[in-house]
Nanobody, 126 residues
Framework: QVQLVESGGGLVQAGGSLRLSCAASGLTGNYYYAMGWFRQTPGKEREFVAVLNWNDRYYVDSVKGRFTISGDNVKNTVYLQMNNLKPEDTAVYYC????????????????????WGQGTQVTVSS
């Protein structure tokens, strides 16, 4: 059974930093997986934030230069380092996984991902 467990969320002032972690278990050894981060605020659709697809990294424009996605294959963990946080970054952040994408067209769609974590709250105060 696949499990994705996020951690690292919390309350931070604008301009501060947080590092989110997503620990993955149960992903079978027959595939390599793309790992993504999405975020969601009440009443809005889940928004793509970043993806790590083998060695390809891609970010939504609003976080480029501030967020960095990385992975640790030994720990089966993916990270989202978030710097210079802004109040508009406030959301529940979700980790997602799916077998590697062959086309970047699929990166941005929540429906392209097979597995999801439970989410972690990030709140940025002004």
């Amino acid at each position: 059974q696949v499990q994705l467990v996020e951690s690292g969320g919390g309350l931070v002032q604008a301009g501060g930093s947080l590092r989110l972690s997503c620990a993955a278990s149960g992903l079978t050894g027959n595939y390599y997986y793309a790992m993504g981060w999405f975020r969601q605020t009440p009443g809005k659709e889940r928004e793509f934030v970043a993806v790590l697809n083998w060695n390809d990294r891609y970010y939504v424009d609003s976080v480029k230069g501030r967020f960095t996605i990385s992975g640790d294959n030994v720990k089966n963990t993916v990270y989202l380092q978030m710097n210079n946080l802004k109040p508009e970054d406030t959301a529940v952040y979700y980790c997602a996984a799916t077998p590697l994408f062959s086309n970047s067209y699929h990166y941005f769609r929540a429906t392209s991902y097979s597995y999801w974590g439970q989410g972690t709250q990030v709140t940025v105060s002004s």
